[in-house]
């Protein structure tokens, strides 16, 4: 998955405002207690990260 894809996704989740907001500042276990920012920061796939948010938050399963 390429970034422009997550973000994609991120905003039809969430819209574009919060999805910056839950990148930003939602602590996620799945990502080793980082955030959405941190672990794609740190070189983490994209795909690994969007598997994680759609753990956590209800994301409907056309979006994964």
Do not use: N
Not at 22 to 34: H, I, N, P, S, T
Not at 42 to 59: N, Y
């Amino acid at each position: 998955m390429r970034l422009t894809q997550f973000w994609e996704r991120m905003s039809e989740q969430f819209g574009e405002t919060y999805a910056e907001s839950v990148a930003k500042d939602y602590v996620m276990a799945e990502l080793g207690g980082r955030t959405i920012e941190q672990a794609l920061a740190d070189g983490e796939d994209a795909k690994k990260v969007w598997q994680a948010v759609c753990a956590t938050f209800d994301v409907p399963q056309h979006l994964h």
